[in-house]
């Protein structure tokens, strides 16, 4: 039987040849001599008591990479759950933001493809809960040779509800491989998670006009407290991005946010596309791996490119992900972030609609 391949939108050289490859892994030794990885995300202690008990309100916590773990209409959401302590030999530079056995049960997993930085097995396996796999076209049947049962595939713009809560599976610019043999044998792509009928629920602040509202986040204890602190004026020290970290102010978004996980992917027009069928609040956007840009520019976007992604989505808030975990590439955590605040200085976007996340924070998107 011949293995079905997948492709994107528009045709593209992927840079996968041998001879790019060998010539990137040339320049790397030269480049990685240079860098300098001493800022590191910081982390904060995570509120686990209010995620273990909260089924009501929105909420978003970034673990790290491309994992978040969402509060949304009741459910807990995990995206690309990814624990791994190293990826091909370099070790995490950050760990993650909550703990794996403090994660709470989770009721649904949104896999963006199968590169190993998106997809862990040992990760899915230790997640508790229900666990109910929403995965590219393709990737099922991996799965469930790993022994996953609750499997649901989707290709580009397919949805499914589940509890009320409605997934649609959108394109992205990337391509999928695990080993030699299974290059684009399943697909890539992100998803919306939104409400049905009404999509976007009543806003409690919104980022232009007049100065959003906030909700004020402090750590669980004293000794929490005192933690994060010292963690945010050596932050603060590095990147302003992270100034404040220890009693931070996140604005208001909705009682039911449409949010928008990009997964991975290079720029491409498909941006504009999914920004004209939802109405985006909050968009997760990839802004590391992008280095050298001859080489990764067909899969993985700039931090300028993901600011135009974010124009093209008209969303309304934009937090960063894909940077800080792992050295994938040969841009720094701090390169990421500061051509990041260059570009939105440039565009003239204001602070609050880019929300930099420390790991292990929750970000209350409502303020009931």
């Not at 790290?64 to 995990?78: A, E, P």
Request: hydrophobic share 40%; aromatic share 10%; net charge positive.
């Amino acid at each position: 039987m011949r293995l079905k391949r997948f492709a994107n939108i528009d045709p593209i050289e992927q840079h996968t040849s041998l001879k790019q490859f060998k010539r990137w892994r040339q320049e790397r030794i030269r480049r990685l001599r240079m860098k300098d990885y001493s800022f590191t995300v910081p982390n904060v202690e995570p509120d686990i008591a209010y995620l273990e008990d909260n089924r009501k309100w929105p909420s978003l916590t970034w673990v790290g990479h491309s994992t978040f773990f969402i509060q949304l209409g009741g459910l807990n959401i995990m995206t690309d759950p990814v624990w791994s302590t190293q990826m091909a030999f370099q070790k995490r530079l950050s760990p993650p933001g909550i703990p794996i056995d403090d994660v709470p049960p989770v009721d649904v997993v949104l896999i963006s493809h199968s590169h190993y930085d998106h997809l862990n097995i040992n990760s899915l396996r230790r997640l508790i809960g229900g666990r109910q796999l929403l995965v590219p076209a393709g990737l099922g049947a991996k799965l469930r040779k790993k022994g996953f049962i609750r499997v649901h595939e989707l290709h580009w713009w397919e949805s499914v509800m589940i509890s009320g809560v409605k997934f649609t599976f959108v394109p992205s610019q990337h391509s999928t491989r695990r080993s030699p043999w299974d290059t684009n044998s399943s697909h890539w792509g992100g998803f919306v998670i939104e409400r049905p009928a009404s999509r976007s629920g009543k806003l409690a602040s919104r980022p232009a006009g007049s100065e959003a509202s906030t909700v004020k986040v402090s750590s669980v204890n004293a000794e929490a407290r005192a933690e994060t602190a010292s963690a945010a004026e050596e932050a603060e020290r590095l990147h302003p991005f992270f100034s404040g970290a220890a009693e931070l102010e996140r604005p208001l978004v909705a009682d039911f946010p449409t949010i928008y996980f990009a997964g991975d992917s290079g720029y491409f027009q498909g941006f504009k596309e999914i920004g004209k069928r939802f109405p985006i609040d909050v968009a997760l956007l990839p802004i590391g791996a992008y280095e050298p840009e001859w080489f990764m520019a067909p899969q993985h976007i700039t931090p300028e490119q993901a600011l135009q992604a974010f124009d093209d989505l008209s969303a309304k808030w934009f937090v960063p992900m894909h940077f800080g975990a792992f050295k994938l590439a040969d841009d720094t955590p701090r390169e990421a972030l500061d051509r990041l605040e260059a570009e939105r200085r440039s565009r003239s976007i204001p602070d609050e609609r880019i929300v930099i996340l420390p790991l292990g924070e929750t970000w209350r998107l409502s303020g009931k």
